[in-house]
């Protein structure tokens, strides 16, 4: 056990029990330093809050003794319960970051300060233990009612106090069993309940650890995935078709846990009531709900056990809370993706091509943000129509020119179309289905005059089953992003995926969804508690940000001459 901080404390403190006496008679001396001695005007208090944020400003992340004080000013003057929690939170990661030496020269006055010195060491000295640090907590409310952290304690202690999952957890999977949306809970239910079972072993071939063909088949080592897939759809196989698998990809193995999973219908069910009925019966950990309203619903109650929600909030939504993680198929981690590929590409200038609806909007907002965070500058957009229009356009000769909107990553307001202000565009990702990429691809191709062509990249939403050789040849040049399971990583998996969907080719991410939340529940814990927590997953390589978000990073492949390659 580590020394008491509260140890370094003792001299110039001789005060403190006779402010403790105060604070239980009633007598809450809750001013320090920086604390007002009289109510300001709101004018005054915008000011005073501006003061101390120039104060934390000031000190970069450092710990220091005088930005903790200007926390602790800052916090009664916050009307907005997440200004405050984010005070609090701030607070409490910088005092977690100091050492007892730095920690010197408290007042006997700095009553909350004191306070929060006291919290750390029970924190410091209990936090392996969410029941000892529980009891150590309620104890220390008792002698610091007026801390602010007694009503709104920092999201880390909270997460701390939480009973921990454990590497065998008790699952109830919430899904939708009827109605609308049932094809996607099965789908969900039957990869879940696979992956208990365990994944079968991929396929071992000495071509595959040299990453080459078979002998006398001139295709590339991904090229027999969509043979397989067409066969699906009744088209007959040829003879270059094989079972090669690559070493660049895989997927990990399933977790054991022999636990009994309940699957509970969440199709006209209120949350509430279902979570509490999880609780009741011994379960201790939630995967899903997949709605997003259903989601939502959970944020916003708190609930009373862990839960793996099966979508995920918009940015603005998402708050920390001690138990919830999100997971989902989500589009803007495609597009987040496919900024960061096409930036280690070399590229500078990219072009946006999006639908011209709200989802095209966030996509572009969501590649911007990437972009931006990698180094790039302004990325332009623009959107298309429906096939219709884009055939209309097609007949009458008219491409689609290297020219966008500016996408503001801030209020995604936008200007008038401009040309790229730094250079030419060279690259351009599309988010299309096949059908209109058939389209698009040679819209651009008609548009430019110059030898010099951008470079194509497409999101998975354009990859679907029956792509036959005139398509890939077609798309020569194009790269995409798809999921592990579609991209070679594990055939023998692709291969029970496709019975138990009845080879519903439009099932495979959700059966793959379902295969990674398995392993995700199994390892809750370490998902709340370790940032560099990593999994090869089969819907991508899976990693945790920040509100426990889960993050999925997409493998690239490239039509090459008639052929599917790994992309380098």
């Not at 604390?35 to 934390?56: G, L, M």
């Not at 679907?464 to 040049?477: L, N, T």
């Amino acid at each position: 056990m580590r020394p008491s901080i509260f140890l370094h404390l003792k001299k110039g403190l001789i005060c403190t029990a006779m402010l403790f006496t105060f604070a239980l008679s009633g007598c809450q001396l809750i001013s320090d330093q920086f604390t007002p001695t009289k109510p300001k005007t709101p004018e005054q208090s915008a000011s005073d809050i501006s003061h101390y944020q120039s104060i934390i400003d000031a000190a970069q992340g450092k710990p220091s003794m005088e930005a903790l004080r200007a926390y602790i000013a800052q916090e009664p003057l916050l009307t907005n319960s997440a200004e405050r929690q984010a005070n609090i939170n701030s607070l409490w990661l910088m005092l977690t970051q100091m050492t007892p030496e730095q920690i010197q020269g408290i007042g006997a006055e700095e009553y909350i300060l004191t306070g929060w010195v006291d919290l750390l060491d029970i924190y410091q000295n209990n936090q392996d233990s969410p029941d000892a640090l529980t009891m150590g907590f309620n104890d220390w409310k008792t002698r610091y009612p007026a801390n602010p952290a007694a009503t709104t304690p920092p999201s880390q202690l909270v997460q701390a106090m939480q009973p921990r999952v454990g590497g065998a957890p008790k699952i109830a999977l919430f899904l939708p069993m009827s109605g609308q949306g049932q094809v996607f809970g099965q789908a969900i239910m039957q990869g879940f309940m696979d992956a208990q079972k365990g994944l079968p072993q991929a396929a071992i071939s000495s071509a595959s650890a040299q990453s080459s063909p078979v002998q006398n088949s001139d295709n590339d080592v991904l090229d027999q995935i969509y043979a397989e897939v067409a066969a699906t759809t009744g088209e007959p196989k040829t003879n270059t078709d094989s079972d090669i698998v690559t070493s660049a990809l895989r997927i990990d193995s399933a977790p054991t846990n022999t636990q009994s999973v309940k699957v509970f219908d969440t199709t006209g069910k209120q949350m509430p009531q279902l979570l509490e009925q999880a609780k009741n019966e011994g379960f201790n950990l939630v995967v899903g709900p997949l709605l997003k309203s259903d989601v939502q619903t959970i944020a916003q109650m708190g609930a009373p056990i862990s839960v793996l929600a099966l979508n995920e909030l918009d940015t603005n939504q998402l708050q920390p809370r001690p138990n919830l993680c999100y997971f989902s198929l989500s589009p803007e981690d495609e597009a987040k993706n496919a900024a960061a590929h096409i930036k280690a590409d070399g590229k500078q200038m990219p072009l946006v091509l999006v639908p011209a609806n709200p989802f095209g909007e966030r996509i572009a907002k969501a590649f911007a943000e990437e972009w931006q965070a990698k180094g790039g500058s302004t990325v332009l957009t623009q959107s298309f129509g429906s096939v219709a229009s884009l055939k209309e356009s097609i007949n009458r000769g008219a491409g689609i020119r290297m020219t966008g909107t500016p996408v503001n990553v801030n209020s995604q307001t936008i200007s008038q179309p401009v040309e790229s202000a730094t250079g030419a565009i060279d690259a351009v990702y599309i988010v299309a289905t096949r059908d209109e990429l058939t389209l698009v691809k040679p819209m651009i191709e008609m548009a430019i005059s110059t030898r010099q062509r951008p470079a194509l990249y497409a999101s998975s939403r354009s990859n679907q089953a029956s792509s036959g050789a005139d398509y890939r040849f077609e798309m020569d040049g194009v790269k995409f992003s798809e999921i592990p399971l579609l991209a070679g990583a594990n055939n023998n998996l692709r291969k029970q995926a496709q019975q138990k969907l009845n080879n519903d080719y439009s099932l495979f991410r959700l059966y793959a969804m379902g295969i990674d939340a398995w392993s995700l529940a199994n390892n809750y814990d370490k998902l709340q508690q370790n940032k560099q927590f990593r999994v090869q997953g089969a819907s991508g390589t899976l990693s945790i940000t920040d509100n426990c978000v889960v993050y999925r990073e997409l493998p690239w492949l490239q039509f090459k001459q008639g052929q599917v390659k790994l992309a380098q």
